[in-house]
Nanobody, 128 residues
Framework: QVRLVESGGGLVQAGGSLKLSCAAS????????MAWFRQTAGKEREFVAC????????KYQDSVSWRFTFSRDNSKNTVHLQMNSLESEDTAVYYC?????????????????????WGQGIQVTVSS
C-alpha cells in the first residue's frame, strides 16, 4: 500500500514554470513505476509522463516532451514534474500515480488502468 500526496500546483502565466512534487509513503518505493496524469472537466484522464522499472528512463506525452521533465528521488520517496513554457492547454488537475512492480521490464505504462495507486490531484492553472 502506498499513499501519494501532490504539491506545487497553482496559478501561473503562460510561458511560466511550475514544479510539481509527489511524496509517497510506504515501503519499497524503488519498486514502483511512477507517473503523472492530468484531467480537465469533461475529458478523460490523460497520460503526461512516467518512468520505467528497468532503468528509470522517462517517457512523455508528445505535447509536453520538450517542456516537461520527469524526475524521481528514491532516497526521499518523491517524484517531480518540472513544467516549463506552460500553455493554457496545460491547465488541468494533475495526478500522481504508482504501479507496483517487483521485477523490471522495458515497458512504459501510459494507461490509467495500469496504475494501482493515485494521489488526490492538484490544480494547475495557466492564464493566457
Amino acid at each position: 500500500q502506498v499513499r501519494l500526496v501532490e504539491s506545487g500546483g497553482g496559478l501561473v502565466q503562460a510561458g511560466g514554470s511550475l514544479k510539481l512534487s509527489c511524496a509517497a509513503s510506504g515501503r519499497a518505493f524503488e519498486t514502483y513505476v511512477m507517473a503523472w496524469f492530468r484531467q480537465t472537466a469533461g475529458k478523460e484522464r490523460e497520460f503526461v509522463a512516467c518512468d520505467r522499472r528497468s532503468d528509470g528512463a522517462p517517457k512523455y506525452q508528445d505535447s509536453v516532451s520538450w517542456r516537461f521533465t520527469f524526475s524521481r528521488d528514491n532516497s526521499k520517496n518523491t517524484v517531480h514534474l518540472q513544467m516549463n513554457s506552460l500553455e493554457s492547454e496545460d491547465t488541468a488537475v494533475y495526478y500522481c500515480a504508482a504501479k507496483s512492480m517487483y521485477s523490471g521490464n522495458f515497458f512504459w505504462y501510459t494507461e490509467v488502468e495500469d496504475y494501482d495507486y493515485w494521489g488526490q490531484g492538484i490544480q494547475v492553472t495557466v492564464s493566457s
